[in-house]
């Protein structure tokens, strides 16, 4: 087998990074693919409390690269899945501890196991980010229709350039459709003319993600979850299906605020 | 509908970021495709005010491209 390096990476933080990768991780778990998810913010552990296995880690990628640890024992396997594993970012250390080619390493070996391999980068375009960058086959970046959030993606989108990633994807993430409507926000549309990279998903802003990320339940899990359907869609496009993106519409209004929207229009 | 009319007059502040941020990124775009701008531009000025008197601030480099051709613009106006 030779699996994909997928790299989820931002710029800006704060964005959703962690949370696109624990649930596109698990999307493709769930989708029948062998995926191993490296939390690669070193000193900032995350990813493991989204997807509920803080409680699992006894060695981290800096044991892995330092060949403290074997790769098997490093691997987390996720509870809900046999098709998961993570391996978590170590809390002691700074992102100095690892190099590049310590990680292109380590990704040539789990390639041979899995089918994707999905890195969590940090944010920032340092050490960190060229870490999570070097070694990606095919690279999303997740982005919030913020002015902040846009610039940032730009800028990485030139380094990537620079280094020759051609395989670059955007997500655009937290879209609040009452505040595109009312032009406080700018829409998917806008973001796209700014940056002018393809899209491969749009995620609603769902409220509903600090309560999962509370009980480490990413939202691929919860069937009513808005989130957890883009980042379905997001899933089955990476398998290569060809998904129309979803219309980000205002949630349904009770019956007494129809009628007040009606004499408004 | 007659609220509409006077919304449409106004920018939205979706439409200013969307121009704010085009006109930024173009900057930032060309500043990193040719890093070197900036220190050829101190260079060109130490050069130039050992013989002529210029005021640096007026000095102007410019890299653009047309189509295929890249286009190398200083310009240096004498005091």
């Known amino acids: 087998m030779s699996g994909k390096v997928l790299t989820i990476t931002s710029g800006k933080g704060g964005v959703g990074k962690s949370t696109s990768s624990a649930n596109l991780a698990l999307g493709l778990a769930l989708s029948g693919k062998k995926v191993v998810t490296i939390d690669l913010d070193i000193g900032l552990r995350n990813l493991d409390m989204i997807l509920g296995l803080e409680n699992r880690i006894v060695y981290d990628v800096v044991n892995v690269v330092e060949k403290a640890c074997k790769i098997n024992q490093a691997l987390i396997k996720d509870k809900r899945t046999d098709n998961l594993f993570l391996i978590a970012a170590a809390q002691t250390r700074d992102k100095s501890a690892v190099t590049s080619e310590q990680i292109i390493g380590l990704t040539n070996e789990l390639k041979k196991d899995f089918d994707y391999v999905i890195l969590d980068s940090p944010a920032g375009i340092e050490s960190g980010f060229r870490n999570a960058m070097l070694p990606a086959d095919e690279i999303i970046i997740v982005t919030t229709p913020e002015i902040s959030a846009v610039r940032d993606a730009d800028r990485v989108i030139g380094i990537l350039e620079s280094n020759d990633k051609t395989q670059v994807s955007l997500i655009i993430n937290r879209i609040n459709p009452t505040l595109v409507k009312k032009g406080d926000m700018m829409s998917k549309d806008d973001v796209l003319q700014v940056l002018s990279i393809p899209l491969i998903g749009v995620v609603p802003e769902d409220s509903n993600i600090v309560s999962y990320t509370n009980i480490g339940e990413p939202s691929v899990l919860h069937k009513d979850s808005n989130s957890g359907a883009a980042y379905k869609n997001i899933v089955k496009r990476i398998l290569g299906e060809d998904v129309p993106f979803m219309e980000i519409t205002e949630e349904k209004k009770g019956f007494l605020q129809s009628i007040i929207n009606f004499f408004k229009e | ?79």
């Open chain 2, 1 to 79: 509908m007659f609220f509409d009319f006077f919304k449409k007059r106004k920018k939205t502040s979706a439409t200013k970021a969307k121009e704010r941020l085009q006109i930024i990124l173009a900057h930032e775009r060309a500043a990193n495709k040719a890093p070197f701008l900036d220190d050829l531009r101190q260079d060109i000025i130490k050069v130039i005010s050992k013989y002529v008197d210029i005021d640096p601030k007026t000095i102007n480099v410019n890299l653009q491209k047309d189509n295929s051709m890249e286009v190398l613009e200083i310009n240096i106006p004498i005091k």
